[in-house]
T-cell receptor, first 119, second 110 residues
Framework: GAVVSQHPSWVICKSGTSVKIECRSLDFQATTMFWYRQFPKQSLMLMATSNEGSKATYEQGVEKDKFLINHASLTLSTLTVTSAHPEDSSFYIC???????????????FGPGTRLTVL | KNEVEQSPQNLTAQEGEFITINCSYSVGISALHWLQQHPGGGIVSLFMLSSGKKKHGRLIATINIQEKHSSLHITASHPRDSAVYICAVDSGGGADGLTFGKGTHLIIQP
C-alpha cells in the first residue's frame, strides 16, 4: 500500500530556532500534499496545501512567513517552522494525494506525524 | 465551510460488543474518510467512501449521501480497537484539504 513518511517523528527545540519537517511519499508520486496541525485534545486542522512546483496555499490564520512550505519534487514536501515559540508546540501531520492518473488518486495517505515541543 | 459532527465523543464498551460511531456533515462532499488515531498520534486511514458501504475485516463503513451521514461499525470489538476514530470530509475532490470531526475516543475494556 501507499506509504507516507515524516521525519523527524519528534523534535524538541529552543524558542527562536527553526525546525524543518519532511514529508515523503515513498512509493507514489504526489502532486498535492497537505499539512495539518493538531493541538492536544483537538481535531486536526488544515494549515496549508502544497502543490509541487508552485507556492503553497495557506488557510486563514496561518502565517505563511512563519510556516514555510516547499514542495520541490513529486515525493517530498517540507514544512519549516521559523523562529519557533512554545505556542507552536503541536503535532504536525502531512498527507499526500496521488497525482492524477495513479490508482486511488481521490484519497489521501497520512504520514505518522511529527511531535514538536518548543521550550 | 463544511461542519462535521461526530457522536458520541467518548465511548467505553466491553470486549465483544458491537460499536457504532456516527458522523454528519453539512455540505455535499466528494468523499468521506474514516481515520484511526492511536495514542502516539499516528493516523491510519480506514476507509474512503463516496457512496454505499465498505467492509474491511471487522470494520464496516456506510454513507448516506442524501442524509449527509456516515457510520463506522466495529463488530466483535477488541481492546486493540481502542483509539480515537475521526471522520473527515473532502468537499472539493481536488486540491482541497479535509475537514475533520473532533473524533470519538473509544475504549474497549477486556
Amino acid at each position: 500500500g501507499a506509504v507516507v513518511s515524516q521525519h523527524p517523528s519528534w523534535v524538541i527545540c529552543k524558542s527562536g530556532t527553526s525546525v524543518k519537517i519532511e514529508c515523503r511519499s515513498l512509493d507514489f508520486q504526489a502532486t498535492t500534499m497537505f499539512w495539518y496541525r493538531q493541538f492536544p485534545k483537538q481535531s486536526l486542522m488544515l494549515m496549508a496545501t502544497s502543490n509541487e512546483g508552485s507556492k503553497a496555499t495557506y488557510e486563514q490564520g496561518v502565517e505563511k512567513d512563519k510556516f514555510l512550505i516547499n514542495h520541490a519534487s513529486l515525493t517530498l514536501s517540507t514544512l519549516t517552522v521559523t523562529s519557533a515559540h512554545p505556542e507552536d508546540s503541536s503535532f504536525y501531520i502531512c498527507s499526500a494525494r496521488p497525482r492524477p492518473g495513479l490508482p486511488h488518486m481521490d484519497t489521501q495517505y497520512f504520514g505518522p506525524g511529527t511531535r514538536l515541543t518548543v521550550l | 465551510k463544511n461542519e462535521v459532527e461526530q457522536s458520541p465523543q467518548n465511548l467505553t464498551a466491553q470486549e465483544g460488543e458491537f460499536i457504532t460511531i456516527n458522523c454528519s456533515y453539512s455540505v455535499g462532499i466528494s468523499a468521506l474518510h474514516w481515520l484511526q488515531q492511536h495514542p502516539g498520534g499516528g493516523i491510519v486511514s480506514l476507509f474512503m467512501l463516496s457512496s454505499g458501504k465498505k467492509k474491511h475485516g471487522r470494520l464496516i463503513a456506510t454513507i448516506n449521501i442524501q442524509e449527509k451521514h456516515s457510520s463506522l461499525h466495529i463488530t466483535a470489538s477488541h481492546p486493540r480497537d481502542s483509539a480515537v476514530y475521526i471522520c473527515a470530509v473532502d468537499s472539493g475532490g481536488g486540491a482541497d484539504g479535509l475537514t475533520f470531526g473532533k473524533g470519538t475516543h473509544l475504549i474497549i475494556q477486556p
